[in-house]
């Protein structure tokens, strides 16, 4: 079984910084797809940021120039670094995960990000 836990969510004020941590169960290298989704106040789940094994690495246009999504292999961790953070960022963050074998997706549990003054 997948497990994918979310840390690093809180309450920062606009401009700030925030890094949220997703730690996974095994190895970074079992998953064909690596990513971030967040999910707002009565709107759907939307894409923020993905990596693929073909080398792709896509962000959503609202995000891009300011958040970065990067990996730490040897801890099978997968980062999301949000700059210049806006009020319209605030959602629960998820970090999701397809397996090379099975195609199964998985989610973690979410982690608040509040931003506000």
């Known amino acids: 079984q997948v497990q994918l836990v979310e840390s690093g969510g809180g309450l920062v004020q606009p401009g700030g910084s925030l890094r949220l941590s997703c730690a996974a169960s095994?190895?970074?290298?079992?998953?064909?797809?690596l990513g971030w989704y967040r999910q707002a106040p009565e709107s759907g789940r939307e894409l923020v940021a993905r990596?693929?094994?073909?080398?792709?690495?896509t962000y959503a246009d609202s995000v891009k120039g300011r958040f970065t999504m990067f990996r730490d292999n040897a801890k099978n961790t997968l980062y999301l670094q949000m700059d210049r953070l806006k009020p319209e960022d605030t959602a629960v963050y998820y970090c999701?995960?397809?397996?090379?074998?099975?195609?199964?997706?998985?989610w973690g549990q979410g982690t608040q990000v509040t931003v506000s003054s």
């Open positions: 999701h995960a397809i397996t090379i074998t099975d195609f199964t997706s998985h």
């Open positions: 095994r190895s970074i290298f079992s998953f064909n797809v």
């Open positions: 990596f693929t094994t073909a080398g792709t690495t």
